[in-house]
Each structure stands twice: as C-alpha cells, then as structure tokens.
C-alpha cells in the first residue's frame, strides 16, 4: 500500500512538472505570436482610416486577441500547478496566487474584448471608444494583475523547494516593480511604449522557471525536502 502511494505521488508530481512547464512554453509561445501578428493602428489616424485598418487586418487582430487569451490561459495553468505541486491550495499565498491568475485572465479576457470592439464600424468613432477601452484596461494589468500574480506566488515558492529561492526571490520583484509601473501608469492616459515593453520581462521568468522545474537535480532536491516532511 505504501509503494502504491509513493507511486501515485510521483506520477502526480511528474504530471504536474512536466504538464506545467509544458503549458508554460505554450503559453509563451501563444502570447509571442500574438503581440508580433496584432499591431496596433497607427497614430493619429481618421475614423475612416481606422475603419480600414481593422477591415484589413481583422484576420490577425482576432486570431492575435484569440492566442492572447490562450496563451495567458496556459501561463496560469503553470501558475497553478506550482500552487497543487507545493499543497498550498488550501494556505493563503496558494490562495492568492488563485485569485491573481484569475484576475489575469479576466484583465486579458478585458482588453481582447476591447480589440473585437474596435473593428466596429457603426457608428463610424465606436472604433476610438474601443481603443481607449484598451487603454484602460492596459492599466489594470501593472495596477493588480501582475503584482496579485508574482507578489503570493513568491511566497509558494519560498516555503518550499519545488524551484530554487532566486525565483521566489524575482518573483517578489517583479511584484514590486509592476506595482510601481501601475502607479506611474496613473499619470498616464495611454501606456508608453517603454512600459509596455516592459511587460515581457515577466516572459523571461516564466521560461526560467518552466525548464527548471523538471530538471532532475530540482525534482531530486525537492524529493529530498518531502522527505524531511
């Protein structure tokens, strides 16, 4: 019975790990795609000349809207799996993380609504309304979906070895530095380009931490602290 168990524990594990840096690769992948097939509208355009621009380019603003949600989906799938691998689904930084990947989604699942409403056309300015709809929801993420992420995530990570401490310790930066991005963004109508740039640095974490967590001397190190426990 005792072997079973262990046994059952270990594909659970291997599941989660090899399942969730999967997803995270997808995710990463899904969401590059995205940004590179979905340009933004050029400045200062008429109403007609928006107009033509969403009818020229409605293929690749709803599949580039469609492989943002997606992809933000599979990052949260990872999210996730860190939280069940580390059995704290049911302690507050578990918890959090919960809350923050579904405030993710729903901040996503908010601007992408905005990109299908500016290929509107009637009436002939709805497409600027929609734009500025994207605008603001462009804030919500520095002001709470990234932060609510990364801040209770760094906690899972830290009290337990399932990835090294440095992650805990960047994740709680990259919380930081969002948080401070949102509150600059405040002074702002639309989002900077430098500061939307920014935004793909949490790219680089989430690859770091996808290929670490299913490197044999991380599940090792982590078998090793389950067993103290």
């Known amino acids: 019975m005792f072997c079973m168990k262990k046994m059952i524990l270990s594909d659970r594990d291997a599941v989660l790990r090899y399942g969730g840096a999967l997803s995270a690769f997808l995710g990463v992948i899904l969401l590059g795609i995205s940004f590179g097939i979905n340009p933004g509208p050029p400045d200062h355009v008429t109403a007609t000349q928006l107009v033509a621009f969403g009818q020229n380019n409605f293929g690749s603003i709803m599949w580039g809207g469609w492989l943002q949600v997606i992809g933000s989906l599979f990052i949260v799938i990872f999210a996730m799996s860190l939280v069940v691998l580390t059995n704290k689904t049911t302690e507050l930084s578990g918890l959090l993380t919960i809350v923050g990947g579904t405030l993710l989604l729903v901040v996503n699942a908010i601007e992408v609504t905005g990109y299908m409403a500016a290929l509107s056309s009637n009436p002939l300015d709805s497409g600027f309304i929609a734009l500025d ?11 709470l979906a990234a932060p609510s992420v990364f801040g209770p995530l760094g906690f899972v990570i830290i009290e337990t070895h399932v990835l090294p401490r440095i992650f805990s ?6 919380a930081l530095l969002f948080a401070l991005a949102g509150i600059y963004s405040l002074t702002l109508v639309v989002l900077s380009a430098p500061l939307l740039i920014f935004a793909s640095v949490q790219i680089i974490w989430w690859l770091a931490a996808a290929v670490v967590v299913v490197l044999p001397a991380q599940r090792a190190r982590a078998h090793s602290w389950d067993k103290k426990f």
Do not use: C, D, K, M
């Open 133 to 143: 709809f994207i605008h603001s929801a462009q804030h919500l993420y520095y002001i």
């Open 169 to 174: 310790y960047t994740s709680f930066l990259l």
